[in-house]
């Protein structure tokens, strides 16, 4: 992916470590199951929470900050970036980083825009709002909807310790979105990983010292 609209973070630079994040909850039907199923493996992540969804179940936001993970903003509504005003760019991540941080008391360190869509005015917006870094992936497994797990399974062949791995717990059009494909994945290749000594981290230790602004 192009570094051309500023700078990026999109993998752990550390082959012994990897970075699981998750995009579009928190999802009351599914985030909960997955905590304990990352809890079982001492696996911290992070979640890039809707606002929108947050607002809906913020005792579920509270909670993924409780287990230790990091959090991200990932918009209030959720819409492709690429065109809209920054009034509107403005908007859409102040509400999220406000849901987040009445939430969880604290404000998100890390912006992950919906689709991986960046623009130089989004840049800039972000910039101006103070230290968020932009934080894409290196691998993903196409499991934003409804499907088996085999094919997820499947395509998690191609993530290794260094990479920073999307996944989705959630359904950005709705609160409660079917990821059990999601989660069986995990739970297949997470002690995999684990024998093959990666370590899992959530992007606050990655990145332990304070963002400069
Ligand atoms: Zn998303």
Known sequence: MSQFFG??????????????????????????????????????????????????????????????HSIGNHTQTHPALTFLPSHRLDSELALCDDAIESATGKKPRWMRPPYGFRSPLLERVIRARGCQRVVTWSAMAWDWKPQPAAPVIRRLRRAHGGDIVVLHDGDHRM???????????????????????????????????????
């Not at 599914?30 to 606002?51: C, K, S």
């Not at 997470?190 to 992007?203: C, H, K, Q, T, Y």
């Open 7 to 68: 700078p990026t973070i999109r993998q752990t630079g550390d082959p012994s470590v990897m970075a699981i994040t998750f995009d579009d909850g928190p999802n009351p039907a599914v985030t909960p199951g997955l905590l304990d199923l990352l809890d079982r493996y001492n696996a911290r992540a992070t979640f890039f929470l809707i606002g929108a969804h947050v607002r809906a179940v913020p005792s579920l936001a509270a909670e993924i900050a409780a287990r230790g």
């Open 175 to 213: 609160l409660g979105g079917d990821r059990h494909h999601t989660v069986a994945a995990l739970a297949e290749w997470l002690p995999r990983w684990r024998d093959a000594g990666i370590r899992f981290v959530g992007l606050d230790e990655l990145h332990a010292e304070p963002a400069a602004a």
